[in-house]
C-alpha cells in the first residue's frame, strides 16, 4: 500500500487538530486543547481504486512565541495550510509560512484552509484577498471541522493530487 505523509500547518488556534479529528475519527470537541510539538494520525483512503495511508501530521501552531519547525515538514508529499476564516491574521500567517514550507520541501500539492465556516457571520476575510489566491490557481476550500462541511473534500482533494505526482 502506497504512503504519503501530509502536514497540517498554520497559526495557532485555527482548527488543525480539530480538521483531523474530524477526518480521522469523525468528532468534534468543544474543548480547545493546544497541540505541543506534532500529533500523527493515519488513515487510509479510496482513490480511483487505489488505497493510499495518509500519515497525517498535525504540526502546533505558530504564533508570536512559537515557530513551527520546519524540521517537521521533511519527507512531507503534501500540505494543508489552515486559516481560521474568523481572524484575517490568519492567513497572512498562512502566506507566510507557506513561503517557509516551499523553502524546506520545494513545491509540493497544498490546499489552503479556510477553517470555520460554520461561523460565517464574524468572518474577516475578504473574498479580494481568497480572489487573488485563486488567480495564482491555489485550491481553496472552506471547511468548518465542527459540522464536517468541506473535510472529507479537502483530504480526498490532496489525496488525488499526491497520486498525480
Not at 77 to 104: C, H, M, P
Request: with cysteine; glycine share 6%; proline share 1%.
Amino acid at each position: 500500500m502506497l504512503q504519503k505523509k501530509v502536514c497540517m500547518v498554520g497559526a495557532f488556534a485555527t482548527g488543525k487538530t480539530s480538521l483531523v479529528l474530524r477526518y480521522v475519527h469523525s468528532i468534534f470537541s468543544e474543548k480547545y486543547l493546544t497541540t505541543v510539538g506534532v500529533k500523527i494520525d493515519r488513515k487510509t483512503v479510496n482513490v480511483n481504486n487505489k488505497e493510499l495511508n495518509l500519515i497525517v501530521w498535525d504540526i502546533h501552531g505558530e504564533d508570536d512565541f512559537q515557530k513551527v519547525r520546519m524540521s517537521y515538514l521533511r519527507g512531507s508529499s503534501g500540505y494543508f495550510l489552515v486559516v481560521d476564516g474568523t481572524r484575517s491574521e490568519t492567513l497572512e500567517k498562512a502566506l507566510e509560512l507557506q513561503n517557509r514550507v516551499e523553502e524546506v520541501i520545494g513545491q509540493v500539492p497544498f490546499i489552503l484552509v479556510l477553517n470555520k465556516w460554520d461561523l460565517q457571520d464574524e468572518w474577516e476575510i475578504e473574498t479580494v484577498k481568497i480572489d487573488e489566491l485563486l488567480q495564482k490557481e491555489w485550491n481553496i476550500v472552506k471547511t468548518s471541522a465542527k459540522n464536517g462541511i468541506g473535510v472529507e473534500e479537502i483530504f480526498q482533494t490532496l489525496a488525488i493530487k499526491l497520486l498525480e505526482e
